[in-house]
């Protein structure tokens, strides 16, 4: 049995479609690049696994619905952390609110990327902040973490280090979804790719399969296909 089925997947703002027709599937134990330029339709299809128009969705078995949400954690591209909280204070009430919730392992996330568990986020950088929403959700025991654009507002020097905590620090048997324009920094630890453009998936692929056939890495095959 997959992890989640999409099957023929709308997503409608008012009157404008900006996905089309969208299935595909996911297995477990994998980490799946969800790559397209800035503006494609990435966020939108993440949207739409959650919010759907029209379609089908299929996770773990069932229908997506509030309990099965409790097995999916979502980081958005965009931050929602209460400024005025320290990032202990957002850990006790992530430990409150998510049952999955390990605020050991988070703690000790913290400490490996240098951030100080007593501080308000509203005096950290937007780096810091990411960092922080990083280590909340990787920090939940989940069978499908969502990652919008985890790298998008981290220096190149920490990118390594990110891809790397995400790499070790989800459960077995779940998979991760990447969403991302910063492909070459990200392919490295990718099983799997799908290529997203104008709401309509273009290509999905295994990533070695894919290389092996192009002769070429996942960020030159997307630049030809796109002319980027």
């Known amino acids: 049995m997959e992890l989640l089925e999409i099957k023929n997947l709308y997503k409608n703002y008012g009157e404008k479609q900006v996905l089309n027709n969208i299935t595909l599937t996911v297995p477990r134990g994998k980490i799946i690049g969800l790559l397209g330029k800035n503006g494609t339709g990435k966020t939108t299809l993440i949207n739409g696994l959650l919010t759907p128009t029209e379609g089908e969705i299929i996770f773990e078995g069932e229908k997506i619905g509030q309990q099965s949400k409790?097995?999916?954690?979502?980081?958005?591209?965009?931050?929602?952390?209460?400024?005025?909280?320290?990032i202990n204070e957002t850990l006790k009430f992530f430990k409150e609110f998510y049952p999955n919730f390990d605020i050991d392992k988070a703690k000790d996330l913290l400490k490996k990327l240098d951030l100080d568990e007593n501080q308000k986020i509203i005096k950290m950088s937007k780096g810091m902040q990411e960092k922080v929403q990083l280590v909340l959700v990787m920090s939940r025991k989940a069978d499908l973490y969502i990652l919008d654009e985890p790298?998008?507002?981290?220096?190149?020097?920490?990118?390594?280090?990110i891809l790397d905590t995400i790499l070790t620090n989800f459960n077995e048997g779940a998979s991760i979804i990447i969403s991302t324009h910063l492909i070459s920094d990200i392919e490295r630890i990718l099983?799997?790719?799908?290529?997203i453009d104008k709401g309509e998936i273009k290509l999905i692929s295994d990533a070695d399969e894919l290389r092996n056939k192009e002769n070429a890495s996942i960020d030159e095959i997307f630049r030809r296909m796109f002319k980027c």
């Open 191 to 195: 099983d799997e790719v799908i290529f």
């Open 70 to 86: 409790l097995n999916i954690a979502y980081l958005p591209e965009r931050t929602y952390l209460d400024k005025n909280m320290t």
């Open 151 to 161: 790298l998008g507002g981290v220096d190149p020097a920490t990118r390594d280090y």
